[in-house]
């Protein structure tokens, strides 16, 4: 992971811990250009959402049930985002981290290493893809789910289905991360314009934040430059949110 994905997750780790009281709010940043859709910020959890974690955790256990603040990572290859995340929630011990990838040589690096801790970390094989995989923990319970550089490598006519599951696993209030390839990153054609809005907000999630991010990464060794471009979102489900919010007919002006 880079130095500016590795800013991205501690900004956007920073900021949902915001919603913690006792973790301090940290300014975002970010060198991208909106592409004119951004919103404004959630606020902390409702009444609403808070009663129904509670209902849920009054007749289930699972890993992390008795945290109050979920993250999931999926895609978290060998942890470049995992143990940066493990190393600020141990000042807050009520948090909890899944993380899953379907390479089990993966999910083996991350359970070997040092800083792992299973009272605060679960790690699972998982393909997003595979709709019959349960999680280890019951839908609407997840604070934040990662989707980081994970999306572009998933089958084109899958990802909306994909997109959908990890919706479901949000509770109301909570925010989906996602950064990935942009269009014309080192020329190659990922998402098309309007793709990312569509399809996150066909899931139910309201935008946040949907920019792009050009940056210019140069190999002084090798000199080489090379134009990056990210796509870098942030999806909130609504605090109301019911299987009805989903917007099946959702029709972009973006198409
Ligand atoms: C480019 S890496 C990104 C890793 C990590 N998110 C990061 O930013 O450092 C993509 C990861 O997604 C995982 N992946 C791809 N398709 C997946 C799927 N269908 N289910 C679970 N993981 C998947 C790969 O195994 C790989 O570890």
Redesign the pocket.
């Known amino acids: 992971?880079g130095e500016p994905?590795r800013d991205l997750i501690e900004t956007n780790a920073a900021n949902c811990f915001s919603r913690m009281p006792e973790v301090k709010n940290h300014d975002e940043k970010s060198s991208g250009s909106s592409d004119g859709q951004s919103k404004g910020e959630s606020g902390r959890p409702s009444l609403d959402s808070e009663e129904h974690e509670k209902r849920l955790l009054k007749t289930e256990l699972f890993p992390g049930s008795s945290a109050t603040f979920r993250i999931l990572?999926?895609?978290?290859?060998a942890g470049?985002?995992v143990f940066p995340i493990l190393n600020i929630l141990q000042n807050t011990p009520e948090s909890f981290l899944y993380c899953?990838?379907?390479?089990p040589g993966?999910l083996e690096l991350i359970k070997s290493h040092s800083s792992y801790r299973a009272a605060q970390c679960s790690a699972f094989v998982?393909?997003?893809?595979d709709d019959g995989s349960p999680y280890p923990f019951p839908e609407g319970i997840l604070d934040v789910v990662l989707l980081?550089?994970?999306l572009s490598?998933?089958q084109p006519d899958r990802m909306q289905g994909v997109v959908n599951r990890l919706s479901k696993l949000l509770k109301p209030g909570g925010m989906l991360l996602f950064r990935d390839y942009g269009r014309y990153d080192n020329t190659q054609l990922r998402f098309k314009k309007g793709e990312v809005h569509r399809m996150f907000c066909k899931a139910g999630l309201d935008e946040k934040q949907n920019l792009v991010d050009h940056r210019l990464q140069v190999n002084r060794k090798k000199q080489v430059k090379m134009h990056r471009v990210w796509v870098q979102g942030k999806f909130q489900k609504p605090l109301h949110w019911t299987q009805n919010s989903s917007k099946l007919t959702f029709s972009s002006p973006f198409s």
């Open positions: 992971m994905l990572e999926v895609g978290c290859g470049n985002s899953c990838d379907f390479a993966a998982h393909d997003v893809c980081v550089f994970v490598s998933i």
